[in-house]
């Protein structure tokens, strides 16, 4: 599941049964902007620069896995 992240290309498709109105086509809709206290601030990442490319992460990683649990 996890080399299927890294390496399947990603689902543009939009599914049957979503629908979206578009807002020129509703009466009486204005548009109009308003600044969320919290929508401004930079998420936390645990991990930071430590990891460079997740890709090589994994597959180190599994290697070890692999050589210390072989045959499982």
Same mark, same amino acid.
């Not at 998420?43 to 180190?60: F, M, R, T, W, Y």
């Given at each position: %599941?996890?080399?299927?992240?890294?390496?399947?290309?990603?689902? #543009? =498709?939009? !599914?049957?049964?979503? @629908?979206?109105?578009?807002?020129? #086509? *509703? !009466?009486?809709?204005?548009? %109009?902007? =308003?600044?969320? %206290?919290?929508?401004?601030?930079?998420? @936390?990442? !645990?991990?930071?620069?430590?990891?460079?490319?997740?890709?090589?992460?994994? %597959?180190?990683?599994? @290697?070890?896995?692999? *050589?210390?649990?072989?045959?499982?």
């Amino acid at each position: %599941a996890l080399i299927g992240l890294f390496e399947l290309p990603e689902d #543009d =498709s939009i !599914p049957d049964d979503e @629908h979206f109105i578009d807002i020129e #086509d *509703t !009466p009486g809709y204005q548009t %109009a902007f =308003s600044q969320l %206290a919290f929508a401004g601030k930079k998420e @936390h990442d !645990p991990i930071g620069d430590a990891v460079s490319n997740p890709k090589i992460l994994l %597959a180190q990683s599994l @290697h070890k896995l692999s *050589t210390a649990c072989p045959g499982r």
